[in-house]
Nanobody
Framework: QVQLVESGGGLVQPGGSLRLSCTAS?????MGWYRQAPGKQRELVAT???????NYADSVKGRFTISRDNAKNTAYLHMNSLKPEDTAVYYC?????????WGQGTQVTVSS
């Protein structure tokens, strides 16, 4: 069993920045962020392996950065140059021992 606790969402103006955090209850090799906008399917945003290898959705490349602090079992999503289309609920995700775990979700709203 893995618990994921997210934080850091909120309301930001276009062009602004936010940082999301996801802390796992134990060490996990790969961690990721997904998002789901109203009326749309959940989509991958970014992933990071235990060794720091990263992968990004094309829509966020160059604007978002995923990082992690292994000592704290925490992954971060640094979001810059935010756009209204980035508005969504952001979910932390891990897959371990054949089971997928999701965080509770944190709302990110980009609006003037």
């Amino acid at each position: 069993q893995v618990q994921l606790v997210e934080s850091g969402g909120g309301l930001v103006q276009p062009g602004g920045s936010l940082r999301l955090s996801c802390t796992a209850s134990r060490s996990i090799a790969s961690m990721g962020w997904y998002r789901q906008a109203p009326g749309k399917q959940r989509e991958l945003v970014a992933t990071i392996t235990g060794r720091g290898g990263t992968n990004y959705a094309d829509s966020v490349k160059g604007r978002f950065t995923i990082s992690r602090d292994n000592a704290k079992n925490t992954a971060y999503l640094h979001m810059n140059s935010l756009k209204p289309e980035d508005t969504a609920v952001y979910y932390c995700h891990v897959f371990t021992s054949g089971v997928a775990y999701w965080g509770q979700g944190t709302q990110v709203t980009v609006s003037s």
